[in-house]
């Protein structure tokens, strides 16, 4: 034992190395209760929370994903129907545009033969009229030809 202590003097070690030890452990058992526990909880606490707000934020996510997914379902449903309403209307109106045309057609055509009618019996009443002038006509000019009245 005396070894011992000769060792420890030579390092410079006395007995006051108790008295260091025992305020070490009853600063170590202050600071652990006032400082070092309540730090501890703190940390525990806020690792906690962010996990919980992790959580909630994954779930947030996954909701708004969802919600995006079921406006596209419903925005691709309501352009279908928006196709199938603009064919059916362009159907409708191709089926009336061809009744519309025909119609015109017929009605033109109709026009046209009475113009046609019309303008033939204005010529034959014309060429009428004028076989009836020509012997007056003819007469007239052998007259002025002739210098003198038949």
Known sequence: MDMLLSLL??????NSVWLQMLVFFVAYAILSNLVFKP???????RENKTQGQSAINQASLTKTQEMIELYEQKNRALNKQIQ?????VR???????????GKAKSEAELLINNSKSKTQEALKAARDESVKEIPALAHSIT???VGRQL
């Open 143 to 145: 007259e002025k030809l």
């Open 39 to 45: 730090m501890l909880i703190a940390y525990e606490h």
């Open 84 to 88: 199938e309403m603009y064919s059916k």
């Open 91 to 101: 159907e409708e109106a191709a089926v009336e545009q061809t009744q519309i045309l």
């Open 9 to 14: 003097s030579s390092l410079g070690i006395d």
